[in-house]
């Protein structure tokens, strides 16, 4: 796999910096042009500021259509029972004839013809709740949404990441929590994140990062494969439909090679979970 990792400043070459430098290059150009046109032809900046003025209309109107088109899938998707969706994908056929299914199910079912890489029953899936100080009250009825959800809580790998920066209150309030809720879930643990690490931004993606390397070093130990690509009571549903119910290329190409046993559906900051943030 490649290192994806940003380099420290000490360890970038000339051409890193140089596509580094490109982007704000660019966009402080376009934003200085109209004035830089007007000292060579007043027409040449009218027409720079007329083209401007054209595109965003143009993408303000292509931005509403995708946002009203991304809600409408939503809320089809949020009506679908995907419960039903991934016992058709365990039995590789229709469970239920009264059950009301998208088209797309049927095209996923005919296109795997029993050539699944593994079943919805057997992903793992974790949750990795991101907290500076957030207090009990926040954080215990994040933990008790994804207890109520429609899963197997025996298949959820529970992760509340912490920040060493917000104190012993903090650290406290996780650790009780995590005794709490812990037999619950097929794991649970607290991570903290130690502070001024060298190099490394403060905010939520370093210490979500953190945790999911901490996730993986768990997922070893227990012979879990995680994946290191791609809730609420539908959506660890859905991923698990869509996660099985992928072509064995892409898989593999996500896996790296490909899975057996179980796999870990993952997503967001860091390497191998789904976050939620608090």
């Known amino acids: 796999m490649k290192q994806i990792e940003i380099p420290y400043e000490k360890d970038r070459s000339r051409h890193y910096r140089f596509f580094e430098i490109l982007p704000g290059a660019l966009s402080w150009t376009l ?3 109209p004035l830089i046109l007007s000292l060579i032809d007043v027409k040449l900046a009218v027409f720079a500021i007329f083209a401007y003025m054209l595109i965003y209309f143009v993408r303000s109107i292509a931005y509403s259509i995708r946002a009203i088109g991304g809600y409408r899938t939503m809320k089809e998707h949020m009506r ?10 365990e039995t590789e056929a229709i469970t239920d004839e009264r059950g009301t299914r998208p088209s797309w199910h049927y095209d996923n079912l005919k296109r795997l013809g029993g050539n699944f890489l593994f079943k919805p029953s057997q992903l793992t899936q974790a949750v990795i709740i991101a907290t500076v100080n957030e207090s009990r009250e926040v954080l215990e009825p994040t933990i008790q949404a994804v207890l109520e959800s429609a899963y197997d809580n025996q298949k959820i790998v ?4 912490y920040e060493a920066r917000a104190g012993q209150e903090a650290e406290e309030r996780v650790h009780e929590l995590v005794e709490l809720y812990k037999d619950r879930f097929r794991h649970a643990m607290a991570v903290k994140h130690p502070a001024n690490i060298p190099g490394e931004i403060i905010g939520k993606g370093g210490n979500v990062t953190r945790a999911g390397r901490e996730l993986q070093k768990y997922l070893e130990s227990e012979r879990i494969d995680p994946d290191t690509e791609p809730f609420r009571s539908q959506l660890k549903k859905d991923l ?3 996660r099985a119910g992928m072509p064995q290329r892409t898989a593999g190409l ?4 490909a899975t057996r046993g179980d796999a870990l559906i993952g997503a967001g900051s860091g390497r191998c979970a789904n976050h939620l943030h608090a």
């Open 31 to 33: 934003l200085f042009m």
């Open 80 to 89: 679908l029972d995907w419960q039903m969706l991934n016992r058709d994908l």
């Open 158 to 161: 529970l992760v509340i990441a």
């Open 240 to 242: 698990a439909y869509l």
């Open 254 to 257: 996500l896996n790296g090679e």
